[in-house]
């Protein structure tokens, strides 16, 4: 029972109580998409080897569903995404805040997202990971590298959107157990 209770608090106050969503994680390898999976199910820090094959995750209490799915990020990983857009109900995209030169790779790669018909309404939560690094960029220099505004605000009204699709960034350090609540909390607004 306490796992039951541990689990659906943390659904909860990540905004997915109650919901079914299909949610996948994607970014270039090295991101963070695997060792966020690992906190959400087990709430453990573990050092991965990089993600070869997708891995999924479905937890099923009580009312909760939630499947995630960590596609992997290396390049030849990345032609396999596809098979996976069909349903899906929102994306995560990571970000290595502290790995600038792989920046305009990085936007590159959720410019080919956005442009896929089947994605075209998915919302889509940028999250800025590793801020805990020392050279990690800032919430305005991931913004600016991925050509969105200034941030909406929680309790706001305005909603960043991208050809009608809402989109926003987070910064977060999974390592540190910050920042990406509020990005699911986010997502939740989008998901039935």
Not at 24 to 49: E, H, I, S, W, Y
């Amino acid at each position: 029972m306490f796992i039951f209770n541990w689990f659906k608090d943390l659904l909860n106050s990540l905004g997915l109580y109650k919901k079914n969503a299909k949610i996948l994680f994607l970014g270039l390898d090295n991101a963070g998409k695997t060792t966020l999976l690992r906190r959400l199910k087990d709430d453990r820090m573990v050092q991965q080897d990089p993600t070869v094959h997708a891995h999924a995750e479905e937890l099923v209490l009580g009312n909760v569903k939630f499947r995630a799915y960590d596609l992997g990020g290396h390049e030849t990983v990345r032609k396999t995404w596809k098979s996976y857009f069909p349903t899906v109900d929102g994306i995560i995209y990571l970000v290595d805040a502290a790995d600038k030169d792989r920046f305009e790779e990085s936007q590159k790669e959720l410019e080919s997202l956005m442009a896929t018909p089947e994605l075209a309404k998915v919302p889509i939560v940028i999250l800025g990971n590793k801020i805990d690094k020392k050279d990690a960029a800032s919430e305005e220099d991931l913004r600016e590298v991925f050509s969105l505004g200034s941030k909406s605000g929680w309790g706001g009204d305005k909603i960043n959107e991208i050809d009608g699709r809402p989109i926003d960034v987070f910064m977060c350090s999974v390592a540190k157990k910050t920042g990406y609540a509020e990005g699911f909390r986010w997502l939740s607004k989008f998901l039935k």
